[in-house]
């Protein structure tokens, strides 16, 4: 029997803990102005964190004041971010040691956790026109997700990601038990005013069924004012999507258990 405790703290942050390992994804924890509730947690209750990951260089995905405050706490945990990343980190105050910079296709390891870097299609707004690419410019990805195995158990986390024609295969042959899938979609509203969106529920629930979990998790539906999906209707499209996948739905803060046999 393999077990992991999943702890989300809203929008795409989760904790991951098994064994001597504890690892941190895209922890968005800073107060802000546009945020719907308060963070739910504080660096103090991360000590013990053993790796953190972040996606991109996002606010809501890479968090420089949790960050900064986070590392001057914990003395251990190294951070991963993109390569073409590491240098907007430390600008923003973090130590070049402590930093790791992912590309896809390299694995990198730590203590029992593996991670495996996937490219994710992201949106490039702002005051442009939105587009969504892997890179500006077609320089080295900056955007991605990953792939941790932690305690037996394949954790897929998609960053801000949506579906492209080859993802699909690269996870299936990476073979992920849990997906965490970001549900809050796009539309031409958002792109207007520069905000860059994600797979909607039935493009997340799509993906699911190619890719055949035992879980799935939804997540960046939930912090930013005028960026939501559903989970509900998440829920609704895995079923009718043909999924045998349990669809997870954790409270805040509030660890669970996922087994595997």
């Not at 989300?8 to 945020?35: C, H, I, M, N």
């Not at 964190?49 to 405050?69: I, Y």
């Not at 997340?204 to 539906?221: E, R």
Request: glycine fraction near 10%.
């Amino acid at each position: 029997m393999y077990s992991v405790s999943v702890t989300w703290y809203g929008q795409a942050g989760f904790r991951l803990a098994a064994g001597d390992s504890r690892v941190l994804v895209d922890p968005f924890l800073t107060d802000r102005d546009d945020r719907r509730y308060p963070p739910p947690a504080s660096a103090a209750q991360f000590a013990d964190v053993t790796l953190v990951l972040c996606t991109h260089e996002h606010r809501d995905h890479l968090d420089l004041p949790f960050l900064r405050e986070l590392c001057g706490i914990n003395e251990q945990a190294r951070v991963v971010v993109p390569a073409p990343v590491v240098e907007v980190a430390v600008r923003g105050g973090l130590d070049r040691a402590r930093l790791t910079g992912a590309e896809p296709g390299t694995e990198l390891r730590d203590r029992d956790v593996t991670v495996h870097p996937v490219p994710a299609l992201h949106g490039i707004g702002g005051d442009q026109p939105v587009a969504y690419e892997f890179a500006p410019a077609g320089g080295p990805v900056r955007f991605l997700g990953y792939v941790v195995e932690i305690g037996g158990i394949r954790f897929y986390h998609a960053g801000d990601g949506l579906v492209y024609p080859e993802l699909p295969a690269t996870l299936s042959a990476l073979a992920p038990h849990v997906l965490m899938l970001p549900i809050n979609g796009r539309d031409h509203m958002r792109e207007s005013a520069g905000i860059v969106g994600n797979m909607s529920e039935t493009e997340a629930a799509w993906l699911c069924a190619q890719v055949a979990p035992s879980y799935v998790i939804p997540m960046h539906y939930d912090a930013i004012e005028g960026n939501t999906g559903d989970p509900g209707h998440f829920t609704t499209m895995v079923r009718q999507s043909g999924s045998a996948a349990a669809v997870v739905i954790p409270a805040r803060a509030r660890p669970v258990v996922l087994a595997l046999p």
